[in-house]
């Protein structure tokens, strides 16, 4: 067994504070006797041709995505269908979405030792145009808003969560809605729309969780598609969708249950794939049942089994 701890050195925007994430790596595993590597990414996608390439050869590889969850999301992409590599989540940036949906499971992560002892377990990812994407894909004003974070977040003063506010700002000020012709396993629908999102995860643009039910585990991806509104209605709708309040508007929120998405246009959009920015007229979302192997950190439930255990508590 090998064991890869890919480290994104400009995660979460604070490139000096990496040093003691290496150094809790060097002093776990110098003292296990196994073989590992440390790899600093140096550009985009970099982490996923990593973990091919190591993948490719065959004896087993353990991943750990050390960053944020576009780290996360390039080594799943870089390990999807390889049945001998597993990859995991080591926290390291800004959001760190896709763990919030394990709740208090969710601190298991930041502890590496608990990481190096968890057990692996296929897990769903999406494909979106041969992009795989492990916890979120979507479409409109939240695609939208979620690719020009980055425009506003390293500005002076503003920081992260400023970064969104200031982002759904100017998008809004743009524009909400747009036509699309929208296939779901339910059929086709032609007409305005101000978002679409494919949910594997629950958690997304720094805390939105926009379903309570998805699961990564269950073979299922919860679609919600978003009929056009105006701002006023968008602002009223906007904290019940951000908390999974969205069967509280039938009317206009829209909830599909299934395995495949697509959304077509003449125009070229924005596809937003765990935060990365994809362009395209047509994008075709498959969900791959069990297509990547996750590492469970020691003592964590999965997903599915937290999703059971609040819907019998209800």
Known sequence: MRHLFILNPVAGGKKSDKGPVRERIFALMSGRGEEYELYE??????????????????????????????????????AAGFKNAAVTHYPCGTGNDFVRMFGEDAALFSDLERLVEGTAAPMDIIDVNGRKCLNIASIGIDARVGIDVHKYSQLPVVGGAGGYVISLIVNVIKGINRHFRVTTDEGAVDGKFALISACNGQYYGGGFNPTRTAAPDDGVMDMLIVKDVSRFTLARLLKFYASGQYARFPEIIHYV??????????????????????????????????????????????????VKTAANAV
């Open 41 to 78: 990414t140096v550009g985009t996608m970099d982490a996923a041709e990593k973990v091919k390439r190591e993948a490719i050869k065959g004896d087993e590889l353990r991943v750990y995505a050390c960053g944020g969850d576009g780290t996360l999301s390039e080594c799943a992409h870089g």
């Open 257 to 306: 249950g299934g395995r495949h998405l697509t959304v077509e246009d003449d125009r070229e959009f924005s596809v937003s794939i765990d935060g990365e920015a994809m362009y395209t007229k047509c994008a075709k979302l498959r969900l791959i049942p069990g297509g990547v192997n996750f590492i469970y950190p020691k003592g964590c439930h999965k997903v599915g089994e937290l």
